[in-house]
């Protein structure tokens, strides 16, 4: 037993090393402070749902949330604002954060959980706060996600923003995705199909 105890504690050496290194910086911890923002576990529907990269025009279907968060290079974190944490009934679409903490930038990738709706749902959902203004642009992107369901390619979250050090980016979240990120696409869905990898 006596010859198990240094083993026993030179484990425990590592694994405190391990949880400091997960800790956030100085100026992740600031943003979330800032922002409201407090470390939660997204439900296993959403993170297993593709997505979208835009609000209004989607072009393309992504692979899942779980296969873009782990495509990451720096180390992330989950998070939600604090009121909505411990929220027993969250609305039909609620949003949260995946906080890529890199040395030189602190980047948030804003998603809306949209697990919870079908593609008819998601667009009655959104003409409720656009009214009119949208409605030829909805009914379009709306024929065009119900090919892609039809195709087996359906969207349960949308890649609203990103923010770099609390700024918004300039560029859209689809041409980041895909030109910066090179992160790839699984379906068109201007042309109604799905892109091999």
Excluded at 101 to 116: G, K, L, N, R, W
């Amino acid at each position: 037993m006596m010859r198990l105890m240094p083993i026993f504690l030179g484990f425990l050496l590592l694994v405190g090393h391990g949880t400091a290194a997960l800790a956030a910086s100085a100026k992740a911890t600031a943003l979330r402070q800032a922002n409201g923002l407090t470390a939660f576990t997204p439900p296993e529907k959403f993170l297993a749902g593709n997505f979208v990269a835009s609000e209004m025009n989607p072009g393309f279907i992504f692979g899942t949330v779980k296969s873009f968060a782990a495509s990451r290079k720096c180390p992330t974190t989950w998070l939600i604002e604090s009121g909505n944490k411990n929220s027993a009934v969250r609305p039909a679409e609620y949003t949260l954060y995946l906080e890529e903490d890199c040395p030189d930038q602190v980047v948030y990738y804003v998603f809306i959980d949209q697990s919870a709706l079908t593609p008819q749902q998601w667009i009655a959902w959104r003409e409720k706060f656009h009214k009119s203004k949208a409605g030829e642009q909805f009914a379009t992107a709306k024929t065009k996600l119900d090919q892609a369901c039809a195709a087996g390619c359906t969207v349960g979250a949308e890649l609203r923003f990103i923010q770099k050090n609390g700024e918004l980016g300039a560029k859209s979240p689809e041409a980041v995705l895909r030109q910066d990120l090179k992160f790839a696409p699984i379906y068109d869905l201007n042309q109604g199909k799905k892109l091999s990898k």
